[in-house]
């Protein structure tokens, strides 16, 4: 019984490292995501500011203007940044999962031995 409960343990050791090599993949396309997005949003705020003075618009409002003109391309950086942080928490639930695993499959080879 404890043999089969050994094997059990080290094939979800090995399912818990598949899905962190999956994570870390994940992880590097969240992070692309992230900077493609930041840097679209602030394309757009340096295009709307320089139209927004081109057209005369008085100083104290171009910042605000110029953000409600980019509010779409914000919301996809901000939306990038919560994907790629989210990531990050599967990847350190899957981390203490893991480490849980292989605690449990250290005591039961020392019980063996």
């Known amino acids: 019984m404890d043999a089969m409960k050994?094997?059990?343990?080290?094939?979800?050791?090995?399912?818990?490292?598949?899905?962190?090599?999956?994570?870390?993949?994940?992880?590097?396309?969240?992070?692309?995501?992230?900077?493609?997005?930041?840097?679209?949003?602030?394309?757009?705020?340096?295009?709307a500011t320089i139209t927004l003075r081109a057209e005369g618009t008085p100083a104290t409002l171009i910042k605000d203007l110029a953000r409600g003109a980019c509010s779409e391309q914000e919301r996809n950086m901000d939306l990038a940044e919560s994907m790629y942080k989210i990531q990050i928490t599967k990847i350190d639930s899957i981390k203490a999962e893991l480490n849980g695993k292989q605690s449990i499959f250290s005591k039961m080879e020392v019980r063996a031995v």
């Open 6 to 47: 050994t094997v059990r343990i080290a094939d979800e050791i090995e399912a818990k490292i598949k899905l962190l090599e999956a994570g870390r993949d994940g992880l590097k396309e969240r992070a692309i995501n992230k900077a493609d997005t930041l840097g679209a949003y602030r394309k757009g705020m340096e295009i």
